[in-house]
């Protein structure tokens, strides 16, 4: 699922993930959260998104951190 909402295109935010339909980048949506934003509030900011975006973003960023490389120093 969360998969079919993101898009990476080289031609929109310089080819970050952003939400499909939208130049939201997943990065935006996880800062906000970060930021301890309501989804509500993310939601009434940017009335494109829907609830299913917003953990769209998470599942991807989460999926994006699991195949990375854990570098030891």
Avoid: W
């Avoid at 959260?33 to 009335?47: G, K, L, R």
């Amino acid at each position: 699922m969360a998969r079919r909402r993101i898009k990476i295109d080289p031609q929109i935010k310089g080819g970050k993930p952003v939400i499909r339909g939208t130049r939201i980048a997943v990065e935006q949506i996880l800062r906000t959260i970060e930021a301890e934003m309501s989804e509500d509030d993310i939601i009434t900011q940017h009335p494109k998104l829907t609830l299913d975006d917003i953990r769209a973003a998470q599942v991807f960023a989460a999926g994006y951190l699991t195949d990375e490389e854990l570098v030891h120093r």
